[in-house]
């Protein structure tokens, strides 16, 4: 015969809330670790964008030095204007690159929110059950 819930002892409720409480923070746990495995990809994903970006603008910053190179050697517009463009070009996609890496960091956070809202939750049950 199964006894009513209230006819429990005072020990099997703290069994009870013992093994509650545990699954309850077991769970918090791999709530936790999703949530920041999901948001450490996100931030490798611009962390990236920004290594290109950077290495993009690099090549521009090197292209237009050879440019500005020959420019100084030889005042002939034919190699030098089509390298300075071609420099220009390169360094400007770097640097469109670079601050769409940054802007999306600054926009990321590492934080497990979900889970912060989750124990705000839970916290506020765990008053209400005491009272």
Request: net charge neutral; aromatic share 6%.
């Amino acid at each position: 015969m199964q006894t009513a819930r209230d006819d429990r002892s005072l020990g099997d409720l703290f069994a009870d809330l013992s093994r509650e409480v545990t699954a309850l923070v077991r769970k918090e746990v791999e709530l936790a670790r999703t949530e920041m495995s999901h948001n450490v990809s996100r931030l490798g994903r611009h962390a990236a964008f920004v290594a290109v970006g950077g290495a993009i603008a690099y090549a521009g910053l090197l292209t237009t030095v050879a440019a500005l190179v020959v420019v100084l050697q030889a005042l002939g517009l034919t190699w030098w204007a089509s390298t300075l463009i071609v420099g220009i070009v390169v360094a400007l996609a770097g640097f469109l690159l670079l601050q769409r890496g940054i802007s999306a960091l600054q926009w990321d956070s590492l934080a497990p929110t979900e889970t912060i809202e989750t124990m705000k939750e839970n916290a506020a049950w765990a008053k209400g059950q005491r009272t």
